[in-house]
């Protein structure tokens, strides 16, 4: 544990009421997260496991030419008990209603969508919110509105979580997706809030990262129609939610200061102070007012200039070139007479698309002078 000294107005804005308050237990919140994504996907592979020996038990007796083998992660059902088979009919079953549930195909599931972005981007505006008061602090949950607020939308995320869980088809590769591991840092932390009456800032910021889903969203509600738009909409919102989720980190870090030197170093910045040196770097002007003083935030910084800098510089090109296109499709379309064209739809893929044209424009055939659409989403 390490002691940190507050001043008086810094006890009263934490309301402190104990000497606990000066001790740091972030890395119990860090630590709450990290072991829930190990614990799952350590709990993955060993269901995969003990689900796999009745299989290879009974391979000795009946034989590799009886039951087909043992290669996929369940037991063939030549092999099964009608117990283990019913029990795998019940999984498969919840597996199908569970994403039905969470198809945006569905009204349901289109309705579901839209809540659990809407109540993201709520939850990212209690943690702007927050931002103006520290890192780390003692709470009262009766004079904390905002807290109370946030743990009931955690508690929703965690019930799509389950969810998204029983509808995944590899449930090891669920835990490393981008969803699960906002969940994970942001979910975890809350029952730690609730055990030790303290919050903690962390990694609140991800929940920012929703954006990425606003042009399905925009579709949905038939507001996106043409590709061009669902492609720009794409690629503002991904430099959005990286630039505004790097800003939280670096806040998180500067305001907290550096672990090992017991937070003595740090810097009081303000969320949009980040979110404006981040913009001043990511355009590579850097006035050089506002730099970092933590060991920590100067390693972000780095890692952010190698990272989030390429997706601005790759992103940007695109972002010109599609606003650039705009005025030339505009107005009103005319056909032309005497011209023939083909719609190519389906799975769209390059194998598929290359394997359709060698034939359709093989040199055996006669000059075709036919348009080819492709349509995809």
Known sequence: ?????????????????????????????????????????????????????????????????????????????????????????????????????????????????????????????????????????CIKFKGDLLFFIDNIFNFFFLAVLILRFISWNDKFWFWLSVNTLVDCFTIPPTFVSLAMSRTWLGLRCLRIMILMQLPEILQLIKVLRTSNGIKLTSLLTIVAGAWLTSAGIFHLVENSGDPWIEFTNSQHLTYGDCIYMLVVTMSTVGYGEITPKTTCGTVFIVFFILGVLAIFASALPEIVEIVGQGSKYSGVYEPVKGKKHIVVCGHITYDSVSNFLKDFLHVDRDVVNVHIVLLDT
Not at 91 to 119: C, N, P, W
Request: aromatic share 10%; glycine share 6%; with cysteine.
């Open 1 to 137: 544990m390490t002691t940190v000294n507050l001043t008086q107005e810094q006890c009263e804005a934490t309301l402190c009421e104990d000497p606990d308050c000066n001790y740091k237990y972030w890395w119990i919140f860090l630590l709450s997260s990290l072991v829930t994504v190990f614990l799952g996907m350590g709990l993955v592979i060993a269901v995969r496991f003990i689900t796999r020996l009745p299989c290879l038990n009974r391979r000795r007796h009946v034989g590799s030419h009886e039951g087909g083998g043992c290669l996929s992660s369940v037991c063939p059902i030549s092999l099964m008990d009608k117990n283990a088979e019913s029990e795998i009919h019940w999984m498969e079953a919840a597996k199908d209603g569970a994403t039905r549930l969470m198809s945006a195909q569905s009204g349901f599931g289109r309705v579901l969508l839209i809540t659990y972005f809407s109540v993201s981007m709520a939850s990212y505006a209690i943690y702007v919110m927050d931002t103006s008061k520290p890192i780390e602090r």
